[in-house]
């Protein structure tokens, strides 16, 4: 008796997991979650802007991702970092659904860079977005480390040291490289 009660606790507990992911994915489509005010949170948003940058970093970078973004924010580019994902979404869910919209994705590689799983597969993502076209990759190297083999084959950003003059100017250059795709498509 108690094995059928495990049983169907377990196909309760699956049941009630499925019918919730597909409830948000019923729903996403009808909110935009973009970073909003000085809590850095995603906030829900108006309308079907799309973000322009998607920045991918591994956990031990998320200081130089929150500055990048930040810094485009600065400028009015619309960014999405995970980090800034609400409490009571899935990060995993807003990851893919903003990466589908983007049309620029930054990777910022250290050392602990692809030795992060969650980061390899958005690796992998943004290189096959890449291939699908519309789509730019931009790798950013945040100290001195080597680039895997189809990073290395694009024009990296140097980010390895923040408020200096190479850094300021780099971020320059992709904000005017995301401006000029911006009048390009009129978004």
Request: hydrophobic residues 45%.
């Given at each position: 008796?108690?094995?059928?009660?495990?049983?169907?606790?377990?196909?309760?507990?699956?049941?009630?997991?499925?019918?919730?992911?597909?409830?948000?994915?019923?729903?996403?489509?009808?909110?935009?979650?973009?970073?909003?005010g000085e809590?850095?949170?995603?906030?829900?948003?108006?309308?079907?802007?799309?973000?322009?940058?998607?920045?991918?970093?591994?956990?031990?970078?998320?200081e130089e991702?929150?500055?990048?973004?930040?810094?485009?924010?600065?400028?009015?580019?619309?960014?999405?970092?995970?980090?800034?994902?609400?409490?009571?979404?899935?990060?995993?869910?807003?990851?893919?659904?903003?990466?589908?919209?983007?049309?620029?994705?930054?990777?910022?590689?250290s050392d602990?860079?692809?030795?992060?799983?969650?980061?390899?597969?958005?690796?992998?993502?943004?290189?096959?977005?890449?291939?699908?076209?519309?789509?730019?990759?931009?790798?950013?190297?945040?100290?001195?480390?080597?680039?895997?083999?189809?990073?290395?084959?694009?024009?990296?950003?140097?980010?390895?040291?923040?408020?200096?003059?190479?850094?300021?100017?780099?971020?320059?250059?992709?904000?005017?490289?995301?401006?000029?795709?911006?009048?390009?498509?009129?978004?």
């Open positions: 008796m108690a094995g059928v009660d495990l049983a169907i606790g377990v196909v309760g507990l699956i049941v009630a997991v499925v019918s919730a992911y597909f409830g948000y994915v019923g729903v996403r489509g009808r909110i935009r979650r973009r970073r909003g809590g850095g949170r995603l906030v829900a948003a108006e309308g079907g802007d799309a973000y322009e940058v998607f920045v991918s970093y591994a956990a031990p970078d998320v991702a929150e500055r990048l973004a930040r810094c485009l924010q600065g400028a009015g580019i619309r960014v999405f970092l995970v980090r800034w994902v609400e409490p009571g979404l899935v990060s995993y869910l807003e990851s893919e659904r903003a990466l589908a919209g983007a049309t620029f994705g930054v990777l910022l590689f602990a860079t692809m030795a992060d799983l969650r980061i390899r597969d958005e690796y992998a993502a943004l290189l096959q977005r890449v291939h699908g076209g519309g789509f730019r990759f931009v790798p950013a190297r945040t100290g001195d480390v080597a680039l895997p083999q189809f990073a290395a084959i694009r024009e990296p950003l140097d980010l390895s040291e923040p408020g200096g003059p190479r850094y300021d100017a780099d971020v320059a250059r992709l904000v005017g490289i995301v401006r000029r795709q911006r009048s390009r498509t009129g978004a």
